[in-house]
Structures are given as C-alpha cells and as structure tokens.
C-alpha cells in the first residue's frame, strides 16, 4: 500500500504545475482566426517556415527586431500501454 501512495503522490508532484487551465471553445471555422489573432497579438511578423513533419510547422520570426522562434503542433492522444514489470531481488 505505501508503493501505491508512492506512486500516486510521484504523479501528482510531477504534473502539478499549479496552473488553472480553463479552455474556450472556439466556434467552428473561427481556429484560423484565432491563431492569427494570437500571433498577431505576440507581434510575430517577417517569418520564414520549415515544416518538420505532417504535424509540426517550425517558425524563426522577427518581433521587435529580434529572432524569435515558435511552432505549431499537432499531438495526437496516446494510450497508455501497461506492461508487466518484474523484480529481482
């Protein structure tokens, strides 16, 4: 029982970053719109592009006079595929 609260406390202390997300629906169609409105926002201007893979968009922007970079990414779920572990001791 106390490897399970290990385990779970473990997972708890890592994903907790202590940031409320709260997300907006977007209505459809509208996705375009509001990523430009959000790069638009952060002055990212005068870029050039190198698309990675099928759903990875990489970016080297100028904003401010300085270089900046950004990426878009698309992340499919994964599913979590338990496996048995064994122990020698």
């Keep these: ?7 779970f406390l473990f997972f708890v202390l890592i994903n907790a970053d202590n ?11 509208f996705v375009a719109t509001a990523i430009y409105e959000f790069v638009k926002g952060n002055g990212i201007n005068n870029c050039f592009q190198f698309q990675e893979t099928e759903s990875q968009l ?3 922007c100028l904003r401010d006079n300085e270089l900046v970079n950004a990426e878009i990414n698309i992340i499919e779920p994964t599913r ?4 048995s572990i064994s122990y020698v001791v």
Excluded: A, D, G
């Design 58 to 60: 990489l970016l080297k």
């Design 80 to 83: 979590i595929r338990w496996t």
């Design 19 to 29: 940031k409320v997300r709260v997300y907006q629906r977007i209505p459809e169609n």
């Design 1 to 7: 029982m106390k490897i399970l609260y290990f385990l």
